[in-house]
Every structure is written in C-alpha cells, then in structure tokens.
C-alpha cells in the first residue's frame, strides 16, 4: 500500500512557479526547487516528473491564474474603459510590488526559452492569444457601451493593448523604467478614448 503524501501539491507547485516566474528556466536549479517546495528529490520527481515537466505545470497553472485574474477585471466596472483602465492600474502596482517576481513569466520565458524550444514557444503563443481574445472582447464591450472609440476593430486595439501589456512588464522586469510606466498608461488610455 503506498503512503499518504505528506505535502500540499498545490503549495508546492505555487513555490516552483514562483522560483521559475523569478529566476527563469536555466536560472533555476533543481536545489532551489528542493529548497523552495520543501520536497525531497523523490518526492518531486514522483509528483511533477523532471524539471520541464514542472516547468510546464508551473506555467500552465500561471497562465490559467493569469488569464482567469485578466478576464474578471476586464468583464467587471461600470463601462469596458473603466475595466481595462482598472487591469493596467493593477498592472503597474504589481509591477511597484517587491514582494513579487518582476515582470510577465509569459514574457520571460518568451525571450529566455522561446527563440530555441518549439513547445514553449506554442504554450507562450496561446497564452498570448488568450490575452488578445479577452482584449478583443472587452475592446467589443466598450465599442457597444461606447466608452471605447471605434476608429479601430476591436482586433486591432486588442493586439495593440497585448503589445502595451508586454512592453509594460519587460519595464517592470528591468526596474529601471518603472516611472515610466505611467505615461505609457496614459497614452494607452487616451488612445482608446480616440485622444491625441
């Protein structure tokens, strides 16, 4: 009869999402994973397999996490603008946040994995997607409540607040541009109004 697990699998794997969304893929060694879930090398390895295998939980849980937070500001506030307005402000105060790791994992492992591993690469794309399709249905939301200028399809502002989104967390990932920060929010915000 085989034991009883003795750990929170879902603890564990948020501590290895942490240290892989921190320090990256390659920067991350399987010590550090020991050491950040408090897992035994064979407790690990008989609960996520090897360390790809709970890279890819981690960010698969990341993403869903990510993209379930987005949608929930993105279809809530009293117009589509006040929401997406509401999703860059929580965008910027996680990015001022030090008790966060720096930055989108999507787009760390975008620029750290991507480029060489065609796998990653599909999973990065498809979250992208997912962010450009939760856009585009709020971008589609303010065109109808008309808080939202319709001088671009809802396609074309949604790609454009995806890229926004990534720019900001590669500044939020260098620490250097965080005051800027707030004037390419304002710039975004005054595009979608249809303002100069």
């Not at 307005?85 to 989108?104: I, N, Q, S, T, Y």
């Not at 454009?160 to 990534?166: D, S």
């Not at 929010?185 to 249809?194: F, P, S």
Request: proline residues 2%; hydrophobic residues 40%.
């Amino acid at each position: 009869m085989a034991r009883p697990r003795e750990f929170n699998e879902d603890e564990a794997l948020l501590q290895a999402t942490r240290l892989f969304w921190s320090k990256g893929y390659e920067g991350t060694s399987m010590a550090d994973l020991l050491r950040a879930t408090g897992l035994s090398k064979s407790s690990l390895y008989d609960t996520f397999g090897s360390k790809r295998d709970l890279f890819l939980a981690a960010f698969e849980a990341y993403r869903v996490e990510r993209i379930r937070t987005m949608r929930g500001y993105l279809q809530s506030g009293p117009t589509a603008y006040a929401a997406i307005a509401a999703f860059f402000r929580m965008v910027l105060k996680h990015a001022r946040a030090e008790d966060r790791p720096f930055g989108c994992m999507s787009c760390n492992e975008a620029a750290e994995m991507a480029p060489h591993d065609e796998e990653i690469q599909k999973l990065i794309e498809r979250d992208f997607d997912g962010m450009e399709n939760a856009f585009a249905e709020a971008i589609a939301r303010g065109h109808a409540d008309g808080s939202i200028s319709a001088s671009h399809d809802a396609r074309q502002y949604a790609r454009f607040l995806n890229a926004t989104h990534h720019g900001l967390q590669i500044m939020a990932r260098t620490r250097s541009q965080i005051d800027r920060m707030d004037d390419v929010l304002t710039v975004t915000l005054r595009a979608l109004k249809g303002e100069s």
